[in-house]
């Protein structure tokens, strides 16, 4: 039987940034955590949104999912030594894996991967 682990992520407050998504159990490297899914909007709608400071849009190399409505995954942070990566799933939704082990309590977190973030990161890896 398959392991639902997004019952076992919670939002907490973040030493990174703000809130953050974190696991109340041990997951194991490899393993789908949640589906990423939102609105759909097309590139015209996220630039508009992007400009409002709308920071929960994913893009799956068709379209925009806006996040921003979201429970939970909106709260994922980044780091430089993420320990979670972002898939393909479909046309209208993504899925978190978990990229190595993730020890119960810790923080999940990706690489926004955008130049933009690596000037302004604060972690061990950009210091």
Known sequence: MKENYEMHIEV???????????TNIFIPEGKEIMIINGEVIDEQECVRREDNNNVY???????????SKTEKIKYINHKCDFNC????????????????????????TIDYGYEEIYEACCCSLCA
């Open 85 to 108: 990566e972002v898939i393909d799933r479909d046309e209208y939704s993504l899925m978190l894996v978990s990229y190595r082990d993730i020890n119960a309590g810790e923080e999940l």
């Open 57 to 67: 849009i994913f893009w799956n190399g068709n379209t925009y999912i806006d996040s």
């Open 12 to 22: 907490r407050p973040s030493s990174i940034h703000g809130n953050g998504i974190f």
